[in-house]
């Protein structure tokens, strides 16, 4: 199973909670790899420590169901927000962080917060953004197919 997940920075500890439940019954599947911006700034993945009480559940959460987090590098400024979660690491190959279209939303974000840029302009960036996400899980789908 391969599945995108987006996290807001402000989101609620009862939607944590929710989403941590479906990711300990996606983990029993036969493969697992899940990706995307999990908006947890506070973990420090190296040590596996978290100062949050929300990111220590995603680490508790991980740990628990013998997945792995396989990003090493930081997807934003120094941040590592963006994972790669499986519980399959021999189907993963390399990990690339490109950032570009992140990139370009945040700026967007920035932009339209200071009233620079319109809500149209941020929403058809982060549009893109998604669209990118949507192309890279299908192709991700296609190579667990061949396997």
Known sequence: MAGVYYRPPDQGEPIDEAFLLQLQEASHLQALILLGDFNHPDIHWKSGTASCKQSRRLLECIEDNFLIQVTESPTRG??????????AEELIGEVKIDGLL???????HRQWKWGYASWEEYRDAAQMCRDGIKKD???LELNLEGL
């Open 78 to 87: 120094d941040a590592l927000l963006g994972l790669l979660l499986t519980n």
């Open 102 to 108: 992140q990139k370009h939303k945040g700026e967007m």
């Open 137 to 139: 899980k299908a192709q």
